[in-house]
């Protein structure tokens, strides 16, 4: 069965919340990051921006928004790499140069983490510092 139609009867049935499969704009959690003085492993071609997550279809997921960007869309953090290029399809000047997708994995990975728990966080949390 698509994994749509399912969320779509498990809401109605009153199994699962309808917020905790399609999300409203007030169940985001947000955390501004910089890159530090020096840093050689900045995944990201903006020097600052907003990492987001959001739980959709009982899953994490995380997001960067480039500060300096007019990109309307955020982009989609996953070590997935597959799933991450089908998601962010067409967004090619969000992440910095790099030689393989190890090393991409290797500079994207605390950021994912740290995206997934920003989402342990209350719903519409705004972290401005580095407690997460």
């Known amino acids: 069965m698509h994994g749509a ?10 199994v699962v919340p309808a917020g905790e499969m399609i999300p409203g704009p007030g169940d985001f959690r947000f955390q501004t990051i910089h890159k530090a003085a020096g840093e050689k492993e900045w995944p990201f071609v ?3 921006g907003m990492l987001s997550c959001i739980k959709m279809f009982g899953q994490r997921a995380v997001y960067f928004m480039p500060e300096e960007s007019d990109s309307a869309r955020a982009f ?17 000047n969000i992440l910095a140069p790099y030689d393989d997708t190890t090393q991409l994995i290797h500079r994207i990975a605390p950021f994912v983490t ?19």
Do not use: H, K, Y
Request: hydrophobic share 45%; net charge negative.
């Open 114 to 132: 740290m995206g997934q728990r920003l989402c342990d966080q209350d719903p519409g949390t705004f972290v401005t510092g580095p407690e997460l």
């Open 46 to 48: 903006a020097e600052s």
């Open 76 to 92: 989609n953090l996953d070590v997935d790499i597959f799933s991450m290029s089908m998601v962010n399809l067409g967004m090619t």
């Open 5 to 14: 139609l399912v969320a779509g009867l498990l809401m109605t049935a009153g």
